[in-house]
């Protein structure tokens, strides 16, 4: 199992980025795709999960509303729609894997991507 994100960079207050997650060892319909992140002396938190065999979705409470995690099977890949960003929002942005149902605990989680950088500054 192996996980790959993109998507990350610099971003004014405001706005926007869509972060990628592409895998590959299995198919998007077992396993659940959830995002964490973790800022500069903070522990991993988790933002957003897709299950992987009812597709239903899940948001920390903090983006709900800014955030949406969707997937396309064709490509392996889940997207998180990252919008209204902020400065709470800068943070290294991980894709993990390996249960079958959502959660937003880091520990629940054995396989992760390399994580990709968020910054947003003016």
């Known amino acids: 199992v192996q996980l790959q994100a993109s998507g990350g960079g610099l971003v004014q207050p405001g706005g926007s980025l869509r972060l990628s997650c592409a895998v590959s060892?299995?198919?998007?319909?077992?396993?659940?795709i959830a995002w964490f992140r973790q800022a500069a002396g903070r522990e991993r938190e988790g933002v957003s999960c897709?299950?992987?065999?009812?597709?239903?979705?899940y948001y920390e409470d903090s983006v709900k509303g800014r955030f949406t995690i969707s997937r396309d099977s064709d490509k392996n890949t889940v997207y998180l729609q990252v919008d209204s960003l902020n400065s709470e929002d800068t943070a290294v942005y991980y894709c993990a894997t390996g249960v079958v149902y959502c959660s937003l605990r880091a520990a629940s989680y054995r396989y992760w991507g390399q994580g990709t950088q968020v910054t947003v500054s003016s």
């Open positions: 060892g299995f198919t998007l319909g077992y396993y659940a």
């Open positions: 897709i299950s992987g065999t009812s597709g239903a979705r």
